[in-house]
């Protein structure tokens, strides 16, 4: 007969977590990378338009973060803090990813939550909307996925972007306006 | 286009339906590798990269490496590198005629009657600490139930530990579980980062495989 009863330490802050992996319990480190693989693992997705090259990324964030926890200041803070990590990576990851001139890879995670009511037509708007991030330009689209789908405040998004907030709202001005462009281009055909 | 776009509304009137739209269908959440937290903890012990060819201490001006790491030259005549490989064949050859097969077969008898067992599986499988999340903001409460827990979902509830982060953890033998989470007391999902099967009752579960490696 398994056990159910929750461990103590899964509800921990992350503050307690962070200062647990610091005193040498690198095992408690698991605990912060399932609490924030899902949700930043979706950012890095939809950044960089492929599932591979997000693992990767979100990878790198996560071992980069570990080897410089000593150095997060606001452990309670632990995950805009994070962030700005993996936004850094995301951005290497899709500078690497413009050398080799890979405009857009459409893997199967746009398709795995298709809907039931029309699984071809929800299908295809995916494809075109992805198709239509991923042909933003980086800032923009950085900028959009931080606003709208990940839902920050522009003070967050200039703490984790290193950009001024006027810079910030004009970014995603111009990235609503461009993939209005793309989706009425596509309408259109 | 297969989906109708509604108008945008003017700048800083709230979200408009437009961007509301495309917002929605990028919160999707995405399945990611099933070992993707085993890969980075694992990741978390690798050595860095070591350079090939790093700058070496008595490369520096003022240092003086120790004599057994200095580099020596030494100047030998046709003859003494003739004599000196002779000494070396004789050497080898006497060895191998002290210790013969037989001897070294003997040795390697002694060491296996010498009390050693080998290695068997004798316990039970440890119990493996699985850490479930679901991500949504807003929800109410979220609890969880799957083959661990005979499906009953008013053992287990979800604790949010951060805005919209949802999160438990459970000991568990290792094998396959399927499970699913309820949001609010009613609704039923699958957890979209896992691979998912079809259930009696309409809705996917989702299944995870605990394995004993990732115990710790």
């Known amino acids: ?189 | 286009m297969r989906c109708k776009v509604t108008e945008e509304s003017r700048e800083g009137q709230g979200l408009s339906p437009f961007i509301a739209q495309i917002a929605a269908e990028l919160k999707r959440p995405v399945r990611l590798d099933p070992r993707f937290d085993e890969r980075v903890m694992e990741a978390l012990h690798a050595p860095e990269v070591i350079p090939l060819h790093p700058t070496r201490q008595a490369d520096k001006p003022g240092t003086r490496r120790p004599w057994i790491a200095r580099t020596w030259t030494l100047h030998v005549s046709p003859i003494g590198a003739f004599a000196a490989a002779a000494a070396l064949v004789g050497v080898v050859a006497f060895g191998a005629w002290q210790l013969s097969p037989i001897d070294q077969v003997q040795v390697a008898s002694e060491q296996f009657t010498d009390g050693l067992t080998p290695v068997s599986n004798t316990g039970a499988e440890p119990l493996v600490v699985h850490q479930f999340t679901y991500y949504q903001k807003g929800l109410q409460s979220i609890s969880l139930e799957g083959d661990f827990n005979d499906w009953n979902a008013d053992s287990t509830s979800l604790t949010e530990v951060s805005p919209g982060v949802w999160t438990v953890s459970l000991r568990l033998r290792p094998g396959v579980y399927e499970y699913q989470f309820i949001l609010n007391g009613k609704q039923r999902v699958a957890d979209p980062t896992m691979p998912q099967t079809s259930s009696d009752f309409g809705s996917p579960n989702s299944v995870v495989t605990v394995s004993a490696k990732v115990a710790r």
């Open chain 1, 1 to 189: 007969m398994t056990q159910t009863r929750g461990l103590p330490i899964q509800n921990d802050s992350d503050a307690a977590i962070v200062a647990r992996v610091l005193a040498g319990d690198s095992g408690a480190y698991s605990v912060i990378v399932a609490r924030y693989r899902a949700q930043y693992g979706r950012y890095a997705v939809r950044m960089l338009g492929s599932r591979e090259d997000a693992e990767e990324a979100l990878q790198d964030a996560f071992v980069r973060a570990y080897r410089s926890l000593a150095k997060c200041d606001e452990p309670e803070r632990f995950a805009p803090w994070f962030f700005r990590i993996l936004a850094n990576r995301c951005r290497t990851a899709g500078t690497r990813r413009g050398r080799r001139e890979r405009t857009f890879v459409n893997d199967e995670i746009a398709l795995l939550s298709a809907s039931e009511e029309h699984p071809a037509e929800r299908a295809a708007w995916r494809e075109e909307l992805d198709r239509a991030l991923q042909r933003l330009d980086t800032d923009q689209r950085e900028a959009f996925l931080l606003k709208h789908v990940e839902e920050l405040g522009y003070d967050d998004m200039a703490a984790i972007t290193g950009v001024g907030v006027s810079a910030l709202k004009m970014r995603v001005k111009r990235a609503c306006e461009r993939l209005r462009e793309l989706l009425d281009e596509v309408q259109g055909d």
